[in-house]
């Protein structure tokens, strides 16, 4: 075909493409078709152009008319090829691999990364030490690739070709002209209308919700605590793949064809999408919670803090300055709402009134709720930002002791007392040794200190309730003459102390089957403890004295329990339920 | 209550009020805070005569200009109303009733509030989008002589301009998502839902509903002074609420027009419900014809774009004096509602922002407060 040489054939190529007047025309697209249909077309567009320059300047108003008739069916023409190209060539974001690989990524301590412009840096050698920017404040945190190959952590944005470089070139050449012809603001709404709603598209992929604030409120927090996981993989994406890539998207077709083209599209594409984005946190960063769901707060707090860079990075132009202010917000928000929620917390534990004492002696309700950080996934990585909140995390547990300590006194029974205190301090301690992350906040000495606290009111409770019973037990008083032979025995004296020691380790028996140790491991131990003391100061009484008895009238009213009733017997001890008495046979 | 010629005297300080001990000051204060928002209502329904300087732009009812001044009123209001009511007072006096209610009730439809500045927001990026539509016309229109040329470009954009415009909101929610018959309307489809920030279930007008259903005038004799600065301040807000929501694209409008009559003994009554009646009787006219919102300015670009469209459609060339006189005038009425839209709906955006932030701040103030009511008079309940 013969290159495009002047007006006329221009003229006719352009209008025997004008979809208004054509059926074949509104029915075929150039840029389907092959390439020299497109080339010539262009060409024809540009002559018609060259021709509207020239123009302008000479009089001919019948001349000028139709050549910007023809420049309009040109500029209609090529924005239905331009909206054609972009749908039919757009492929949506892999969300799965880097859904995948982002969400199984364990968040662990924050590094200096290196950031890396180009996709293609897979192999290990190409890390990007070179390019390594190392962000002031906050950095962010080793992540899997995004790309199948790479096996290497990055933190970076990456950005993926949403559409095939041919089209890309197609869609330049097309807004070109246009730009050239002064249709820029009709190539950017074809643009951001068809973009958008491709990225709706991969918003629903990352199940990115469009919810009110009302939505939010009413939410239970079990569903809510999905939800933000869900937002924060989902934000990650979209930062840092997503928008990324629809800002390369951007450039590569506007760059320098007008002020800030590239700029202007972006927004036009991104702007809704990022402020959807970010509602849902903002909505979270308003409403209330109670204090215990602080540390998904704080969660969802270091989450966005680490994406802020990338936001900032993304969205810097000037139009886009609104959506940066709008996280920086958003962040403080959150921030405050945590301190909120911590120092309420505090308050809560310091204030709680009640002056009931817990029924035998278990764990107080305020000391679970005190402790329980329910998520595993909780990321104090920020030595930083965070000694204050270690150092408040213990002083709320000094708090706690305080007030636990209140609440013991009010038992009547001193033994019950200390148990309460060596069952709820032992809580703290499990559930601080349970979290690797409260571990290393709090600190292996004041953890030292709590657990000598439970193991003193272990041993207080032991002492308390058994120093009774084993002073029926003891030699002194029972020998009537200084010579210490059997004969001197007091009978009288030995029988009402086998009478008291079965009386008060009956009670003691019945008592303290109802008291509760919730784990199993200290009740254990406490059993063993008990019965290291009990069981050798028994057999010897036993061993020295049961002649004595045996040989008298009725013995099986003094001697009701063999060693081994009184091992199966401490066994019943601190179950939470009443031992059943019957079921015991007295050995004889 | 005693007079005493002892001007320190503590009694000559109070009154009282029903069983009720205010200050003096106080009632003052309530009574001007009434008076501060009567007559910032007054301005805005008394629109100054031709006479009178015009500003400019005109702050014609329901124009940006007018938004812009009723948004900057309530923010008054606001921040009058906390000082008042809220800040330095004893907490207690919120467990009272019936402020134990009023208050929730009040920070509840705040919340509400809230949702509806987002959707206002996202309506506002509509009109820019429109503004740049009818400003293509504009553009390609005031090219002389008219040439076919630049008279399709215009209809092109006038055409797209005018079917987002009169689409219906319910219609278009149907469309969302699915591809209809011509390029065009799924464009304008994907446009108008992409513009909806919440899921298909929310609904402003039941926002609206939900906000005024349980607003009802104090009676008489109420035993604190407070709750009438608080139904004050709740119907402001519902006000303010609804007239966005009437005049800027929303999702999903119907059943908006009905609103609540302000008793009459109260001084703002009068230009609040003259406001709510004017407000209610244009939504009611133009109701049938589709739901672009009563918004001054898109009220005329929508007439000027049909007239436009009308005189593309049967545009041949060359175009005689009268007429092209006639389409001149237009031309220029349009470029002049484009630049106060294009001026104004950015400011009127982040207006709609500051709003948005400040009750957030403010519902954030008032739970603290409640918060420690709640301290104060019930021990912490543990559900477990």
């Keep these: 075909m013969e290159p495009v040489v002047n007006d006329g054939a221009a003229e006719q190529i352009i209008l025997r493409w004008d979809a208004t007047a054509s059926e074949d025309a509104r029915v075929r697209m150039i840029f389907d078709g092959d390439r020299q249909e497109i080339d010539r077309y262009l060409q024809a567009v540009d002559q018609i152009q060259r021709s509207m320059d020239s123009t302008t300047l000479s009089d001919d108003g019948h001349q000028s008319t139709k050549v910007n008739n023809a420049i309009q069916i040109a500029m209609a023409r090529l924005e239905d090829e331009f909206r054609n190209i972009l749908i039919t060539n757009s492929t949506p974001i892999e969300t799965e691999s880097v859904a995948e690989s982002i969400s199984s990524t364990r968040l662990t301590t924050r590094t200096n990364s290196s950031r890396s412009e180009s996709p293609e840096n897979d192999d290990c050698s190409n890390r990007g030490e070179d390019d390594a920017v190392s962000r002031d404040g906050s950095s962010s945190f080793p992540e899997r690739s995004a790309t199948f190959e790479s096996c290497r952590s990055m933190t970076s944005i990456r950005e993926q070709d949403l559409i095939p470089s041919e089209s890309i070139a197609d869609l330049r050449c097309i807004a070109e002209r246009m730009f050239t012809a002064g249709y820029s603001r009709e190539c950017v709404q074809v643009y951001g209308s068809v973009r958008k709603s491709v990225v709706d598209g991969s918003f629903k992929k990352l199940g990115v919700e469009k919810l009110s604030i009302g939505d939010i409120q009413r939410l239970e927090w079990d569903a809510l605590n999905t939800k933000i996981g869900r937002w924060i993989r989902a934000a990650k994406i979209c930062v840092r793949v997503l928008f990324a890539s629809e800002k390369k998207l951007c450039k590569q077709i506007f760059e320098d064809l007008g002020t800030a083209a590239d700029d202007a599209c972006f927004m036009e594409t991104v702007k809704g999408p990022a402020i959807q984005l970010f509602n849902f946190v903002e909505a979270i960063s308003i409403s209330r919670r109670s204090p215990e769901k602080l540390f998904k707060i704080l969660d969802l707090h270091d989450s966005l803090l680490d994406l802020l860079p990338d936001i900032d990075d993304v969205f810097d132009s000037k139009p886009a300055e609104s959506i940066k202010t709008q996280a920086t917000e958003i962040l403080s928000r959150l921030a405050e709402a945590a301190r909120g929620m911590l120092s309420e917390f505090e ?18 309700p305020l000391t679970r709720y005190s402790d329980d950080s329910t998520t595993p996934d909780m990321d104090f990585t920020d030595h930083e930002g965070q000694s204050p909140l270690a150092l408040h995390l213990i002083w709320i547990i000094a708090i706690l002791q305080f007030n636990l300590e209140g609440k013991s006194k009010h038992y009547k029974d001193n033994s019950l007392a200390h148990f ?31 657990t000598r606290i439970f193991r003193q009111a ?59 140790i919730p784990d199993e491991q200290l009740r254990e131990e406490l059993r063993i403890s008990i019965l290291e003391t009990l069981i050798p100061a028994y057999r010897s009484f036993l061993g020295r004295f049961r002649n004595h008895i045996e040989s008298g009238r009725h013995p099986e009213n003094y001697i009701k329990y063999s060693v081994e009733d009184l091992e199966t017997a401490v066994l019943d ?16 | 209550m005693p007079p005493t010629d002892n001007q320190g005297s503590f009694l000559n300080r109070i009154s009282i009020r029903r069983n009720q001990v205010v200050y003096e000051h106080e009632v003052e204060d309530l009574e001007q805070f009434q008076k501060h928002v009567a007559d910032r209502l ?42 008042v009511v809220i800040m330095g007072r004893d907490p207690t006096t919120f467990a009272k009733s019936p402020l134990d209610r009023l208050i929730p009730e009040h920070l509840d439809r705040s919340v509400k509030a809230l949702d509806i500045c987002n959707a206002i927001t996202h309506g506002i990026d509509l009109l820019l989008h429109w503004q740049k539509l009818a400003q293509i016309a504009v553009d390609s229109l005031q090219q002389r002589p008219f040439g076919e040329g630049n008279v399709k470009r215009a209809k092109k954009a006038l055409d797209t301009l005018l079917s987002s415009i009169t689409i219906d909101d319910k219609e278009n929610h149907h469309h969302s998502g699915k591809y209809t018959a011509s390029k065009d309307q799924e464009t304008i489809g ?47 807000l519902v006000f303010v609420m609804w007239a966005m929501v009437a005049a800027i694209p929303c999702q999903e409008r119907t059943g908006l027009g009905a609103h609540s009559q302000i008793p009459k003994q109260f001084p703002w009554a009068h230009p609040m419900n003259g406001l709510q009646e004017k407000i209610a009787e244009d939504w009611k006219k133009k109701e049938k014809k589709g739901r672009s919102g009563l918004l001054e300015e898109t009220q005329r670009l929508e007439k000027l774009g049909k007239n436009l469209v009308e005189f593309a459609d049967g545009f041949t060339f060359p175009v005689e004096e009268e007429k092209a006189k006639e389409v001149a005038t237009q031309v220029v009425e349009m470029g002049d509602i484009c630049r106060r839209m294009e001026d104004g709906l950015m400011p009127l955006q982040m207006q709609v922002r500051e709003l948005f932030l400040r ?19 019930t021990p912490v309940p543990y559900n477990f």
Excluded at chain 1, 575 to 586: D, F, K, N
Excluded at chain 2, 210 to 220: D, I, K, Y
């Design chain 1, 347 to 364: 308050g809560a534990v310091l204030r709680e009134p009640s002056r009931v004492p817990v029924p035998g002696g278990t764990i107080h």
């Design chain 1, 420 to 450: 309460f205190i060596m069952n709820n301090v032992h809580y703290i301690v499990q559930k601080i040794k349970g979290s690797s992350e409260l571990r290393e906040m709090i600190g292996d000495q004041y953890l030292r200190t709590l």
């Design chain 1, 458 to 516: 272990a041993t207080n409770h032991q002492r308390a309730t058994w120093v009774g019973v084993l002073r029926c037990l003891r030699d002194e008083g029972l020998h009537t003459t200084k010579t210490f032979s059997s004969a001197g025995v007091s009978k009288s004296s030995l029988r009402e102390r086998f009478k008291s020691f079965n009386a008060i380790f009956d009670e003691v028996h019945r008592t303290q089957s109802l008291w509760l």
């Design chain 1, 573 to 588: 001890l601190f179950e939470g339920y009443a031992a059943s008495q019957h079921s015991r046979r007295r050995s004889q």
């Design chain 2, 42 to 83: 007054t301005e805005l329904f008394h629109l100054p005569t031709e006479d009178a300087t015009p500003s400019d732009p005109p702050e014609t009812l329901l124009s940006i200009a007018w938004f812009r001044k009723l948004l900057d009123a309530f923010l008054c209001c606001e921040a009058e109303f906390k000082a």
């Design chain 2, 190 to 236: 994907n446009l108008r839902s992409l513009s909806y920030s919440f899921a298909k279930s929310w609904s402003a007008s039941k926002q609206i509903q939900a906000m005024s259903s349980n607003l009802a005038a104090p009676r008489g004799g109420e035993p604190t002074g407070l709750v009438v600065p608080v139904y004050l301040m709740s119907s402001v």
């Design chain 2, 359 to 377: 009750m957030v701040r403010s519902r954030g103030e008032a739970l603290d407060v409640l918060d420690q009511v709640n301290k104060i008079t």
